[in-house]
């Protein structure tokens, strides 16, 4: 079975998102750059606010220290802006615009999966190497370890290539047992 797709940067996000699942440190770094640092740099501001109100003397000195520490606070209230822009520039870096065609290219066999993405690479994987399959709605993610996989769109199965594939899948994976 052959399959041809572009991949996307939403078809990207998925992936990302489908892997947090399974990858913890992934999980950890984006709740620590989506949700701590920020809410963290809006307590410590407000801490800050409701202390100076509430004191007669001035808490907060103008001195370099409190301008490095509205830098820190800056930087943590824009961190999900930064995990989105390296989010967007690991996709650019696998997969640049003009340098090459995104196209990718897969043959799924009962020997194996052999992905070309044509002028660049070619590689071909074997069944026995594959340690774990993850599916949602948009994106099938194949793992050859733990931070090495493939990720196939959905879209690019049609409803009888999805089928035969886990018919494929079926006979050729085996879950390693840990």
Not at 86 to 93: A, D, E, G, N, T
Request: charge should be positive.
């Amino acid at each position: 079975m052959k399959i041809e797709y572009t991949p996307t940067f939403s078809d990207f996000k998925q992936v990302v998102r489908l892997d947090r699942k399974v990858n913890v440190s992934s999980l950890v770094f984006h709740f620590g750059m989506t949700w701590f640092a920020p809410s963290t740099a809006v307590f410590l501001i407000l801490l800050i606010v409701v202390v100076s109100c509430l004191s007669a003397a001035p808490v907060v000195q103008l001195d370099s220290g409190f301008f490095a520490t509205l830098v820190m606070l800056a930087t943590c209230l824009l961190a999900p802006y930064f995990e989105k822009r390296i989010l967007r520039k690991k996709f650019q870096s696998m997969f640049p615009e003009n340098t090459i065609e995104r196209k990718v290219c897969a043959s799924i066999a009962e020997d194996g999966i052999q992905v070309e993405i044509p002028g660049v690479a070619e590689t071909k994987y074997q069944w026995g190497a594959v340690v774990n399959l993850l599916q949602n709605d948009c994106v099938l993610l194949i793992y050859f370890g733990k931070a090495r996989l493939l990720f196939f769109p959905i879209s690019a199965f049609t409803t009888t290539q999805l089928t035969e594939f886990n018919e494929i899948v079926a006979r050729n994976f085996v879950r390693k047992q840990k």
